[in-house]
Each structure stands twice: as structure tokens, then as C-alpha cells.
């Protein structure tokens, strides 16, 4: 059975910037309640997959509050990232976090759109988008964009949710995200936007089958790993030297 996602919610699209410029401020509080705190793993795991070398050029696709552009920073000092986002309220939002870092010479926020990046062909070493891939329209379009903006040789690296496996871990697992995230995620926030976050990951195609549309966007996929009894997916692959 396929499950409709409603489209607009007071004339803008659900999983817009501007969905997320309402909830910018208590996005991280509401992430860490609501992932009980292991998303922090995943991101660690996500920047490890990269194998950045000295100097690095990364792009952080969705990168929100700027947590997976902190991650690679921290992770490799001497790298430059630049973290690109739709909602100017979640990135005033990192610009802050990045402030108080002392990372401004290194990292750089801009607002701007997965399927029409804004960088010249081959630019960046790398690419991550954490939570995001979800959220793009077209995301064949954006994964194209992200192929052209990187060298021949560098990595993606994607982090999503996605449906939970079998199993009663997995059982449980999938009763968090149906049942716990929109309840918690709607409680605190005061929104329904966190709804739309659970119907969101249960329309997001299976693990093999993305990994087939990253195929055919260009990449050549390397690895399709479960995170915490599949709550979560990595994905990596590589533009073709």
C-alpha cells in the first residue's frame, strides 16, 4: 500500500525550508529526545566513511544547524566545508554554533537548493547530507547535482532514516518512529511537522532500491549499511575516476 504524503501545509511544501525555519530553535533539543542521542553516533560514523585527506574541500548538503559540518571539522582539522541549507532560520541557528567553536575560518553556511547547487563543476572532495535526501524533490536531480560538483575520485556519504527491520528489536524500533517521534516530536515543538517527518521515512524507497537510483544518478555505490536495527541507513559511494 502506498502511503500519501500531503504535499502542502498552509501554501508550503512539508520538508521545505521554511517547515523548517518554524521549528529551527528547538530542532537539536527535539533531535537528541527524540533519537535518544544516537544520532551523534551515526554522524560519527558518516565523517569516518569520507577517508578525508589534508585539506579537504566538503560539502554538507541539508546541513540544518550545521552538526554534521561541526562533525568533519572537528574530525579533520586542517578540512574547509561548506554547509548548504534551504532555511536561513536553521543556519542563523548554526552560524551561532560555528561562532562559538571558533570555526568561522573554516566553516561557511549559505542558503541554497540540493538540485541546483551552486558551485562549478568539480569543486569539492567530498559530499555528505545527513537527514536530507528525504527531503528533496527530485532527489535523482540532486544527486546528479551532488556527481557534478565533486572531483573524480571523491565520496558521498548519506545519512537517512528509513523503516526500521524485521525482528523485535526492529519491531520496536518501527513503533518509535510511528508512534513516539510524531507524538514527542508534535508535543514539543507545538507543530505537526514532525508527523510529516514519520510518514516522510515511511515513502522513502527501501535501502537496495535507493541504492539503485544513486546508481543511476552516476555514483558507483560502495557500501549500504543498517544503523541501529535499520533505523537509519549509510550510504556511500563514489564519482568515477
Do not use: C
Request: aromatic share 6%.
Amino acid at each position: 500500500m502506498t502511503l500519501e504524503i500531503t504535499p502542502e501545509q498552509g501554501g508550503q511544501r512539508l520538508g521545505s525550508g521554511a517547515m523548517f525555519d518554524r521549528i529551527a530553535d528547538r530542532y537539536d533539543l527535539l533531535n537528541r529526545i527524540i533519537s535518544l542521542g544516537i544520532d551523534g553516533s551515526w554522524r560519527r560514523k558518516t565523517v569516518r566513511a569520507l577517508g578525508l585527506g589534508d585539506d579537504a574541500h566538503v560539502l554538507d548538503v541539508a546541513t540544518g544547524t550545521a552538526d554534521l559540518a561541526l562533525e568533519i571539522a572537528g574530525h579533520a582539522p586542517s578540512a574547509h566545508i561548506v554547509g548548504l541549507d534551504p532555511s536561513e532560520g536553521m543556519l542563523a541557528v548554526g552560524r551561532k554554533k560555528v561562532d562559538r567553536a571558533g570555526l568561522t575560518d573554516r566553516v561557511s553556511l549559505v542558503v541554497g537548493d540540493a538540485m541546483s547547487l551552486p558551485f562549478e563543476d568539480a569543486t569539492f572532495d567530498a559530499i555528505t547530507i545527513a537527514f536530507g535526501i528525504r527531503n528533496v524533490p527530485d532527489r535523482p536531480k540532486g544527486l546528479e547535482e551532488m556527481l557534478r560538483v565533486t572531483k573524480p575520485g571523491g565520496t558521498l556519504a548519506i545519512l537517512e532514516l528509513s523503516e526500521p527491520e524485521g525482528g523485535v528489536m526492529g519491531s520496536l524500533a518501527k513503533m518509535h518512529v510511528h508512534t513516539i517521534v510524531p507524538f514527542v516530536g508534535g508535543l514539543l515543538s507545538g507543530s505537526q511537522e514532525y508527523r510529516y517527518l514519520q510518514r516522510s521515512i515511511a515513502a522513502f524507497p527501501p535501502a537496495d532500491q535507493f541504492g539503485q537510483i544513486m546508481h543511476k544518478a552516476g555514483w558507483e555505490v560502495e557500501r549500504i549499511e543498517p544503523l541501529t536495527f535499520g533505523v537509519a541507513h549509510l550510504y556511500v559511494g563514489r564519482k568515477p575516476a
